[in-house]
């Protein structure tokens, strides 16, 4: 699928994963442009007075954040990683890779991703260095049938598949990999619409039909200011961490997917696993001491509900601070989708609470801006214009938000992005308007 940024960056985005399994959402985009467009020109929030107050209670009350889902498929309690390398991959690259395999899965930044989805430290075998080259154009289905005939054929370069085994296939650069299908539909290509993702495929019945989880990692051009093997390793971390916490999304997901109230989330963000609920945070792909190498921070449901910041490891040092809106009403996308928003005919304006926390004095007030999702990603037109009473404040204060619906959206809802701004740190929170 391919995820849009919502920094205001042009850049390939560094990562996806392939939701085969997510209950039919295949194809369904939210807040697209449909028609003309009407005037749009800003409104005034009315004065609403009680804004609150500033509260040392941290975090102040705000609304329940989104939570990935357990579907009750496996996890992969004890991983094992097998990375895989074809024999024309760059030497130097290729011993990076290898290292950061050999390494990841003892780190601290694995356990605080990891442990509360019932996940030990993941261990590494030896490095499959295949005498066969990888060239041109490869689709999953190829793939998939190639690592299946490996196995069914008990080749000897390659580990045999265990419990907890992911095999992590590596790709040099120049190999363009194909997806068909997946949450937006269509074919994505590496690169360009993903720089990763995980997915399963099944053994023959001499194998006892075993399901086996695989990572696909191509090599992709450096972006957000990364080198090529910052991409990479970003990336990779991404879908380690979501191979193990929903090791088989085709068939039995585990945490596959967002709750149904913040199923919206999933729509912006292009996925509903832990790593893709973070891959679009401003400070999501960076360095810690332990490791010489680029990870993703990826979602925690412990943490998001406690108020602090829900990609983890958090920064250290950082006070986190959000707006979050308080959406009351159920609305329904496509016939198919029901959860929590806004409800707001076209030509009707409604205004609603924007409550502010931090799990921390954060010093001062910061600034707070709402946006229309697809004018902002630019999938669209707005359909919608916003008014704050304030654009400033702290923990426990409310702001007045005050939305009109101008003109009919695709599937009758549209997204909304809340931005919280202090000094050089954004965060952000999604909200749902239904017409």
């Given at each position: 699928m391919r995820l849009r940024s919502i920094t205001g960056l042009a850049l390939p985005l560094l990562v996806a994963s392939m939701l085969g399994a997510c209950n039919g959402n295949s194809g369904v985009s939210?807040?697209?442009?449909?028609?003309?467009?009407?005037?749009?020109?800003?409104?005034s929030a009315p004065?609403?007075?009680?804004?609150?107050?500033?509260?040392?209670?941290?975090?102040?009350?705000?609304?329940?954040?989104?939570?990935?889902?357990?579907?009750?498929?496996?996890v992969l309690k004890n991983p094992v990683i097998v990375p895989v390398f074809f024999s024309n991959d760059d030497a130097t690259q290729k011993a990076s890779l290898e290292d950061?395999?050999?390494?990841?899965?003892?780190?601290?930044?694995?356990?605080?991703?990891?442990?509360?989805?019932?996940?030990?430290?993941?261990?590494?075998?030896a490095p499959v260095e295949l005498t066969e080259t990888a060239t041109g154009t490869l689709d999953d289905s190829a793939i998939q049938t190639w690592l299946a005939g490996k196995l069914n054929a008990n080749d000897p370069a390659f580990p045999a598949a265990t419990s907890g085994t992911v095999y992590a296939l590596h790709y040099p650069a120049g190999v363009t990999i194909t997806l068909q299908g997946g949450f937006m539909g269509g074919t994505q290509q590496s690169c360009s619409s993903f720089g990763g993702y995980h997915s399963n495929t099944s053994?023959?019945?001499?194998?006892?039909?075993?399901?086996?989880?695989?990572a696909v990692i191509p090599r992709c051009p450096g972006v957000r200011g990364l080198t090529m093997l910052e991409t990479t390793t970003g990336a990779e971390s991404h879908e380690l961490v979501e191979a193990a916490t929903d090791p088989f999304p085709q068939s039995v997901p585990a945490y596959g997917q967002v709750d149904d109230n913040h199923l919206y989330w999933m729509f912006a963000l292009g996925g509903g696993e832990v790593g893709d609920l973070c891959a679009q945070d401003p400070g999501a792909f960076t360095k810690f001491p332990e490791l010489p190498y680029v990870v993703q921070r990826t979602w925690s449901n412990a943490a998001a509900a406690a108020g602090h910041?829900?990609?983890?490891?958090a920064p250290a040092g950082q006070v986190y601070f959000n707006a979050v809106p308080e959406l009351n009403d159920t609305i329904t996308i496509g016939g198919m989708f029901t959860m929590l928003?806004?409800?707001?005919?076209?030509?009707?304006t409604k205004t609603i609470d924007l409550d502010l926390f931090s799990d921390g004095?954060?010093?001062?007030?910061?600034?707070?801006?709402?946006?229309?999702?697809?004018?902002?990603?630019?999938?669209?037109?707005?359909?919608?214009?916003?008014?704050?009473?304030?654009?400033?404040?702290?923990?426990?204060?409310?702001?007045h938000l005050t939305i009109t619906t101008n003109k009919a959206s695709a599937y009758n809802a549209g997204i909304f992005v809340v931005s919280s701004k202090l000094g050089t740190k954004t965060h952000y929170w999604f909200g749902l308007v239904g017409e």
């Amino acid at each position: 699928m391919r995820l849009r940024s919502i920094t205001g960056l042009a850049l390939p985005l560094l990562v996806a994963s392939m939701l085969g399994a997510c209950n039919g959402n295949s194809g369904v985009s939210v807040g697209q442009d449909a028609g003309d467009q009407p005037d749009l020109s800003p409104v005034s929030a009315p004065d609403l007075g009680d804004n609150g107050m500033v509260s040392n209670v941290y975090p102040a009350p705000h609304p329940d954040p989104p939570q990935v889902n357990d579907a009750l498929g496996p996890v992969l309690k004890n991983p094992v990683i097998v990375p895989v390398f074809f024999s024309n991959d760059d030497a130097t690259q290729k011993a990076s890779l290898e290292d950061f395999v050999s390494k990841v899965g003892a780190t601290a930044y694995w356990t605080a991703a990891t442990k509360e989805y019932g996940v030990n430290a993941a261990t590494a075998t030896a490095p499959v260095e295949l005498t066969e080259t990888a060239t041109g154009t490869l689709d999953d289905s190829a793939i998939q049938t190639w690592l299946a005939g490996k196995l069914n054929a008990n080749d000897p370069a390659f580990p045999a598949a265990t419990s907890g085994t992911v095999y992590a296939l590596h790709y040099p650069a120049g190999v363009t990999i194909t997806l068909q299908g997946g949450f937006m539909g269509g074919t994505q290509q590496s690169c360009s619409s993903f720089g990763g993702y995980h997915s399963n495929t099944s053994l023959d019945a001499n194998h006892g039909s075993v399901r086996v989880a695989y990572a696909v990692i191509p090599r992709c051009p450096g972006v957000r200011g990364l080198t090529m093997l910052e991409t990479t390793t970003g990336a990779e971390s991404h879908e380690l961490v979501e191979a193990a916490t929903d090791p088989f999304p085709q068939s039995v997901p585990a945490y596959g997917q967002v709750d149904d109230n913040h199923l919206y989330w999933m729509f912006a963000l292009g996925g509903g696993e832990v790593g893709d609920l973070c891959a679009q945070d401003p400070g999501a792909f960076t360095k810690f001491p332990e490791l010489p190498y680029v990870v993703q921070r990826t979602w925690s449901n412990a943490a998001a509900a406690a108020g602090h910041d829900p990609c983890v490891p958090a920064p250290a040092g950082q006070v986190y601070f959000n707006a979050v809106p308080e959406l009351n009403d159920t609305i329904t996308i496509g016939g198919m989708f029901t959860m929590l928003g806004v409800q707001i005919p076209v030509g009707q304006t409604k205004t609603i609470d924007l409550d502010l926390f931090s799990d921390g004095d954060t010093g001062g007030p910061w600034t707070v801006k709402a946006e229309d999702y697809a004018q902002l990603t630019g999938m669209g037109a707005s359909s919608f214009t916003f008014a704050l009473d304030r654009t400033t404040g702290q923990n426990g204060e409310k702001l007045h938000l005050t939305i009109t619906t101008n003109k009919a959206s695709a599937y009758n809802a549209g997204i909304f992005v809340v931005s919280s701004k202090l000094g050089t740190k954004t965060h952000y929170w999604f909200g749902l308007v239904g017409e």
